[in-house]
């Protein structure tokens, strides 16, 4: 299992638990908890066996998140995801997705699932490269556009088409089917195998007004077998001014000057996108809702890495990125050095140190992990990191924090898998102890 993946997922539940911890959550009843994952863990067996004979592919997993606080305050969320698709085939026939997930926090008190529908869509490709797709789907064509609704296709020659779509849109706030939010829009792409190139509009309508147009770019290409250039754009039409802004840029610029050797550019430019009808109901000022769409929000960041193997299986990086906002035209700077060393001993190592320099704050942060891989099925990793942040504020308070922890991902077979991992956060005035484990299959 990929480590980044693992630790991004670490601190995100463990911002959940921190911005929750002032509020006290009581332990359920044993019987609830039991219930729901007693009927995750029977899906869990049913669904491999109702697809093992079909070409169906896809993934079904459940897992449980708990943690306790130095407050006393306990959280757990038991959840579950599935994912089924068949690809299009080369000749005629249907395809589909569906892409879902479910999670239930466990408390005192009765809690509705939380549930999220992602993709469930059908499609049918037809003799002359025509494509017809109906229901939830992502315009993977555009930046960020979903539609409820109908998405037509026509491939002109190989890898090379255009395409409409049109429909109601999931909710902005809550995912769910509403009827207000309406959307259309065209597309066209070029999908070779050295580059693929995507360009398409969007229309969204809220209650009858337009709530957002843009058009977005997309560019992905191999320009060699050591360069290769990857970038993205949206535009919207500001609806106050008529104006057309730049919401998102991202460029990407990376050079293998030998095969120890690689260089990375890159500069991002990003700022909230604005939905100019449906966010008016969350102000309640004329005057503010009419204006929402600040300029002064923006913020861009640049800068590069190089990546160099000193010896076989020892590599080095270091990175550096400066980042400004247009609010107050401040800016920050951030660097970071590492290490990994693979198979000493069996084991493999890394190690990286981070320095930002940020708006408000200086932050130094130390890392370090060590694995193994055992029967070639097993993956265990032992981490720690040590962070110190200066406050330029409060007349320089110094606040440190040390979290320390332990993953195992198992692969039984070629379908079942198990992971988990076991985490503690020790802060100054706060201290958090989480465990989260998972089961799944593939198929």
Known sequence: MDRKNKQDRTK??????RHHWRKRIRKGSLSPRLKNVMILIILLILIPMIMHASDIKG????????????????????????????????????????????RKTISDGDKPLNKRLNELWLGYKFQKNFNVVIGRQYIYQLFNTYIDGLNLKYEIKKGVGLGVFGGLVPDMYDNSIDGKFKSFGAYGFLDQEKYQFYIGC????????????????????????????????????????????????????????????RFQLFYDYYRAIKYFESSKKLFTDFDYRDNYFLDTNSQSRAGG???????????????AAYQTRKIDNDHAVRYTGGFTKHDLMGFNLSGR???????????????????????????????????????????????????????????????????MFAERYTGEDYQNTSLFTQAGYRF
Not at 232 to 254: G, H, M, P, W
Request: glycine share 4%.
């Open 353 to 419: 140190y981070t320095h930002i320099d940020n708006y408000t704050s200086k932050n130094d942060e130390f890392n370090v992990e060590v694995s193994r891989n055992f029967f070639n099925k097993v993956d265990v990793a032992v981490y720690a990191s040590k962070e110190k942040e200066k406050l330029d504020i409060e007349g320089g308070f110094t606040t440190g924090t040390l979290t320390y922890g332990t993953s195992v991902y198992w692969q039984i077979n070629k379908n079942y898998f198990v992971s």
């Open 202 to 261: 969007e229309d969204l309508m809220y209650e009858g007004k337009t709530d957002r147009q843009y058009c977005s770019a997309r560019l992905n290409s191999s320009l060699s077998s050591k360069v290769r250039v990857d970038g993205l754009s949206s535009v919207s039409i500001n609806q106050a001014t008529n104006d057309f802004e730049l919401e998102n840029a991202r460029a990407n610029l990376s050079y293998a000057v030998t095969r120890d050797l």
């Open 305 to 319: 890495r190089v990546d160099y193997r000193l010896a076989k299986g020892l590599n080095i990086y270091a990175s």
């Open 59 to 102: 993934r079904f997993y459940v897992s449980d998140y708990y943690s306790n606080d130095s407050s006393h305050n306990d959280h757990q969320v038991v959840s579950s995801k599935l994912r089924l698709y068949k690809h299009e085939d080369e000749k005629p026939g249907f395809y589909f997705n569906l892409d879902g997930e479910i």
């Open 12 to 17: 995100s539940d463990q911002k959940i638990s």
